[in-house]
Every structure is written in structure tokens, then in C-alpha cells.
């Protein structure tokens, strides 16, 4: 057969495999299939390439231009999945083991998509919280921004997941504004390169934006600056090796790691073989224990259930397993494939032989099983195996251990408290699971062990149908966790995002602030249009923009007819005595929804126009209340354009209501669709 030649791609060349290449076998077959590796390549090419060229042209887009880049991305790897599935088959990933790595991949760029055009600038600055008034006045101002680090993301990824690992750490990059580097695990690079080239070969990507090493990367941590991030997915011992990098130390380099997990799944103590709970936490720890072969990070190692349903939980389990078909990945009736090699193989053989006498084996013998369409010996192949650990207590390598293969250990508790003690004993989890219709043994589960796992997943009859499953880590929430997890955390939306940017703290005149942001703040200059800003398109209006009305007289029949009219008869509003002994107001007062309706009749022009929509209402405050024979005016400034579609933009208007003296009565903010 061929041998596939896996290259790198540095400073913008595919570089063949050289000196130093290793041989990759199929995990199927146990035959070489590919040669990946190249020593001579020139890492601070690499490293300067990225910085100059690819992270120059990053920080030129806007977030929304990078958004639009990941969705194109993603549209395209969908349109050639196929070709990923084909070459992951060699990897002992199943048809339904795709739908985790690949398929879960594509989405993670989608979902980075879309938040980055919902919830980030459509400019080159973060703004990270509100304005902070420092003078009486408002002259003197502060704001934190995020602006792009200048410099790298070097990306060293686990063998488990060669596609979903690589762009759930690229998507949050690249959004940022930041080149990387991708170094994934040799044994199964051949999936991430083609991944690469496909990325390349679309034209999506500016130049510099992603290299990629298939082989070991020399030097290149020595060569790192604190403008640069190293991403980690690996064993603890890599992780410990790669952080104590003097360059690392001494220039404060950002190290994100996602390393060893011995993740818990608990059965509530109110769950009995006669609940649906039951069957659903038999179903999630089935699963987790054979989807790419136990090969995740967030698998379920440690099974704790009551005392009393040790015995019901270990038969359902059993029963559930031995239905599980280990063979050949691409063979009918497969549902369990092989280990991604059999080095890693013999790595679970020892792992749970490290185990002794704490355990006992109650289900799969790695001796004797059969393999469906495939050599048992040649491959890497293994059963699921339970274990049972009666005394937990005592028990250490079970909580300290992971066997990274089909493997997990049932274990007792006595009551909640114990079930939380025991899941903390893993030191720190990426993951925590508890299976419970009732409501006050999650509380608990929370206030007990939040502070020890990265994410809590709750499941029961209520969310079961539509629930992700306990190992499906969410583009939307941080993936990562204290302590023996690494303490780091990736993706989490736009948190995600942050770990490649710089937050600073900004000081300064309102129309300072103002230019940064490309945000408008109260006390910054103010422009006149030629027209009435809402027959203005979305590109004609400016930053600061404004319509200063003409006042309005509020009356007591005004006030009177909206409450008739509204149903709205608040006694603040109707009764002239019982509203003056409340401490807020001098008397009877006008609705509050009565302003800003009149507000809206000031300032709105009533032809059609480019306004499309009034979609929302945001940070509505009333300061101080009108009576009868107050008049009010309104100030309407343009204060944040952000485009959402190719045919209009959403415009954020800053308002504010005045009363005859001048002082505020009301402020918010109103947005709107525009046309182009």
C-alpha cells in the first residue's frame, strides 16, 4: 500500500516529511500508513511569518470580517467532511465517533460565527464593560478594552480528537485577531493535515493565519514572547515539561492546558431502577465509556451511585455493554472501534493494572473478546471494561489514575455529602455529572463541588430528550477545570476569545473614549446631520450624530387619558395624596411608559425610510418624575452602528430626556434596523 507522506506547512510552503520522521500505523490494521515529521524545518520562520505577515493581516479585518471568515471556513469543511470521515476510519474512529470530532469541529467554527457577529464590535476594539466616571463632571473617563496580542498562538493538541481538537482552539484565536501554530499529536496528524490543507487550499485564510507542524517543534517554545499564548491538550506530565520552558517563565507567556480528568458522573439519591433517571445515567455512562473507544477527555472514569443501587447499576451497565460490537470501524454492526494505537493500548493495559487489588473487575477481559472485521492482535483494539471499588474511601489510584481507554469504576457512596467528597477526590475535573429529578441535590452537588470542576452537567426526565450528553464539551461554555484538569479554560464564547487578547485600562476626555470605542459616551462631541437622522441610511450616519427636540408639555388629562387608555391606574398616577406620602414622588406623576411614548412622538419621523424595525430597549432608568405642567425635550445621538446582514445594520441610539430645567427624567437606549 502507499504511504502517505504527511507534510508541515510553514511560512506559507507544504514542507514534506525529512529527518526525523516517524512512522504512523493504522489502528486498525497495526500497518504503517503514513511517514510525518520533518526536523530541518525552520520554527523561527515560522514564528516570524506568523507574527509579521499572518497576524498583520488578522488585526487589519474586524471581528465581524474574522466572524464571516469562520462561517465561510466551516460552509466549506462541511462541503468535504466526506474526506475527513474516509481518513479518520484509520484512526479506530467509528461512523458515530465523526459526528463528535469532525462534524463537532465544523460546528465549533460556526458557533464562533455567529457569536462573533452577535456579540463582538463590527470594529478593531473590545470594550469590556461599562464607562467609569471618574470627575464630577464627566470629563475625565475610564474604560477596559481588548485589543489582539501581537505575537502567536502555538496549539499542541491530543491525538483523540485530530479535527475538533485543532478548531475549537483555532475559532477563538482567529477570531481574536491572532496567527497559529498547529502541532497535533503525530499518531493521527494525517486527519488534522488534510483538515489543514483543505483550510489553505479554500482561499478563506489571509497568508500566516495557520501554519502547521506534523512532526516535533525544535525550539519553538524557546522562542516565544509574553505577545505570545501556548494552547495545551495532553497528559500532565507534557504539560508540567512544557510550562517550566524557561522562555515561558520568564516572559509570562499565557499557557492555557487542558491535561489529565477523572470526571465523575453521580446517581442522585433519590433515582431508583424504576425512574427514568435510572436508565438515562445506565445510558450516558454506556456512552461515555465506548464513543471513541473511551478516548475523551471528559469520559466518565469514576461511576458513583448509592450503596443500596450498587449491585442494579453494575447489572444494567453490564447488560448494556455486552451489547457493544468492538471491531472495524467501517464493518456493519460495529459500534465500539479500536484505540488510536497500540502503544496506547498497552498504556490503558498498565494503567489498570496500576489498579491492584483496589478494584475488581466485573465486566470485559482484554483477553478474551472478539473483534468484528478485524485482527484482534494487529489492531489496537480492547473491550469496554468495568471495575468495582467497594471501599472508595481508602481507595487512591482509582481517584488519582486515568486510564485513557473504555474503561470505568463503579464505586458506593453513603449519602450525598460522601458522593460530593468522592468526586472532589479527583483532584479537579473538566467535567461533573449528576443525574437527579430532584432540584435541592443539585443545589448541594453545587454549593459542595463547583469549586472542583470545570463544568456541572445536570440531567434528568425533563432535559434527557434534548440534552447534549455528559462528554459534549459546548462551543458556547468554557472547556477546562481546576487543579489536575490544567486550571485552564478554552472556548466559553467570547471568554474564549479573551485569552488572545490584552486587556487594558484606558483613561481620558469623553472624546477620547469615544474614538477608541468607536462608541459614542456622553460628553463627547456631538454632530449635526444634514437631515432628520432617521431618513439617513446605515453608512450615512455618524458616530455622535444628534436630534435635539422641541419640548412637550405633559398635562394632567395626558396623564389621566394613558391611564384610562392603558389600564395602567397605579395610585402614584390617579391619587393626588396617597402618591405624595410615597418618598419617591412630590405628588401625582406621569407614567413612566407615557414619557417615553411622547419621547418616541418627538423624535420620530413618521415617513417611509430606512428605518426598518425598533427591535429593542435597552438600560431604561427613570431619574426623577414629571408632574402635570413639566415639559420634556429629547436628545437623540447615534451611539453604535453594528452591520448584521448584508442589506442593514443595527443602529444603537443613545436617549436622554430632559425636563424644563434641564435635568435628566429618563435615559436608555434604542436600537434599530437600518437599511444599507
Known amino acids: 500500500m502507499t504511504i502517505r507522506d504527511v507534510a508541515s506547512f510553514a511560512a506559507g510552503e507544504w514542507v514534506a516529511s525529512g529527518a526525523g520522521a516517524r512512522s504512523v500505523a493504522s489502528a486498525v490494521t497495526g500497518e504503517v500508513i503514513a511517514r510525518a515529521g520533518n526536523d530541518d524545518l525552520d520554527v523561527a520562520a515560522m514564528l516570524d511569518h506568523a507574527r509579521r505577515v499572518g497576524g498583520t493581516a488578522l488585526r487589519a479585518m474586524t471581528f465581524h470580517q474574522r466572524a464571516k471568515m469562520l462561517k465561510a471556513l466551516g460552509q466549506h469543511l462541511g462541503r468535504h467532511k466526506q474526506e475527513l470521515y474516509d481518513l479518520s476510519f484509520d484512526t479506530g474512529a467509528t461512523q458515530g465517533d465523526h459526528a463528535y470530532d469532525i462534524d463537532g469541529g465544523i460546528g465549533t467554527l460556526m458557533v464562533f460565527a455567529s ?56 475559532a477563538p484565536t482567529l477570531l481574536a485577531g491572532v496567527p497559529a501554530i498547529v502541532k497535533p499529536a503525530t499518531a493521527t496528524c494525517y486527519v488534522t493535515e488534510h483538515c489543514v490543507r483543505l483550510m489553505v487550499d479554500s482561499g478563506l485564510l489571509p497568508e500566516g493565519a495557520v501554519q502547521l507542524v506534523t512532526g516535533g517543534i525544535g525550539d519553538m517554545l524557546d522562542r516565544l514572547t509574553s505577545q505570545d499564548v501556548v494552547s495545551f491538550t495532553g497528559s500532565a506530565a507534557t504539560a508540567r515539561k512544557l510550562r517550566g520552558t524557561p522562555a515561558i ?39 461515555e465509556m465506548t464513543t471513541k473507544a473511551g478516548q475523551k477527555c471528559t469520559a466518565i472514569r469514576r461511576i458513583l451511585v448509592p450503596a443500596a443501587q450498587l449491585g442494579a447499576v453494575q447489572e444494567a451497565i453490564s447488560a448494556k455493554l455486552a451489547k457493544v460490537v468492538v471491531g472495524d470501524p467501517q464493518a456493519e454492526g460495529t459500534r465500539m472501534g479500536a484505540l488510536v494505537s497500540r502503544a496506547q493500548r498497552a498504556d490503558v493495559l498498565d494503567k489498570i493494572a496500576s489498579f491492584g487489588d483496589e478494584v475488581t473487575r466485573v465486566f470485559g477481559d482484554p483477553d478474551t473478546f472478539e473483534v468484528n472485521g478485524a485482527d484482534r492482535d494487529k489492531g489496537a483494539f480492547l473491550p469496554p471494561m468495568l471495575f468495582r471499588c467497594d471501599d472508595p474511601d481508602s481507595a487512591q489510584r482509582v481517584h488519582d489514575t486515568e486510564a485513557f481507554g473504555p474503561v470505568s469504576t463503579i464505586m458506593p457512596y453513603r449519602d450525598l455529602a460522601h458522593a460530593i467528597a468522592l468526586a472532589n477526590r479527583g483532584d479537579g475535573s473538566l467535567v461533573a455529572s449528576v443525574i437527579t429529578h430532584d432540584p435541592e441535590v443539585a443545589r448541594e452537588v453545587v454549593l459542595g463541588a463547583a469549586s472542583h470542576h470545570g463544568r456541572l452537567y445536570f440531567n434528568d426526565r425533563s432535559s434527557m430528550k434534548e ?26 464564547g467570547i471568554r474564549g476569545v479573551m485569552h488572545y487578547m490584552q486587556r487594558t485600562a484606558i483613561q481620558g476626555s469623553p472624546a477620547i473614549l469615544a474614538a477608541i470605542g468607536q462608541k459614542w459616551v456622553p460628553g463627547a462631541t456631538e454632530v449635526t446631520g444634514p ?39 397605579f395610585y402614584a398616577h390617579m391619587d393626588e395624596d396617597a402618591a405624595a406620602r410615597n418618598p419617591f414622588f412630590p405628588g401625582r406623576v406621569a407614567h413612566g411608559y407615557l414619557l417615553l411614548s411622547f419621547a418616541a412622538g418627538l ?16 438600560s431604561l432608568r427613570f431619574m426623577k418624575p414629571v408632574q402635570a405642567g413639566d415639559s420634556i425635550a429629547v436628545r437623540l445621538t447615534v451611539k453604535q452602528k453594528t452591520g448584521r ?29 437600518n437599511a444599507y
Open 249 to 287: 517563565l520568564d516572559n509570562s507567556v499565557r499557557f492555557v492546558a487542558e491535561q489529565d480528568s477523572l470526571n465523575a458522573s453521580i446517581l442522585g439519591p433519590d433515582v431508583t431502577p424504576e425512574t427514568p433517571e435510572f436508565d438515562l445515567f445506565v445510558k450516558e455512562v454506556t456512552r
Open 645 to 673: 446582514t448584508d442589506e442593514y445594520g443595527e443602529v444603537r441610539w443613545h436617549v436622554t430626556l430632559t425636563n424644563q430645567d434641564g435635568d435628566k427624567v429618563a435615559e436608555y437606549e434604542l436600537l434599530t434596523m
Open 115 to 170: 457569536k462573533g457577529r452577535r456579540e463582538l464590535p463590527d470594529g478593531h476594539v473590545y470594550l469590556d464593560g461599562e464607562v467609569e466616571q471618574f470627575s464630577k463632571h464627566g470629563t475625565f473617563l475610564g474604560q477596559h478594552i481588548c485589543t489582539p496580542l501581537q505575537g502567536v498562538a502555538v496549539h499542541i493538541n491530543a491525538f483523540n480528537f485530530p479535527v475538533w481538537g485543532m478548531l475549537e482552539k483555532l
Open 531 to 569: 437631515a432628520h437622522p432617521f431618513t439617513r441610511k446605515y453608512g450615512e450616519l455618524a458616530i455622535g450624530e444628534t436630534l435635539h427636540t422641541a419640548p412637550r408639555e405633559i398635562t394632567l388629562d395626558d396623564i389621566a387619558h394613558f391611564a384610562e387608555f392603558t389600564g395602567d391606574t
Open 603 to 618: 423624535f420620530v419621523e413618521p415617513n417611509e425610510g430606512p428605518v426598518l424595525a425598533n427591535t429593542g430597549l435597552d
Open 467 to 492: 440534552s447534549t450528553g455528559h462528554g459534549s464539551p459546548l462551543p458556547h461554555m468554557i472547556h477546562g477545570g481546576p487543579g489536575r484538569a490544567g486550571g485552564g479554560e478554552e472556548m466559553g
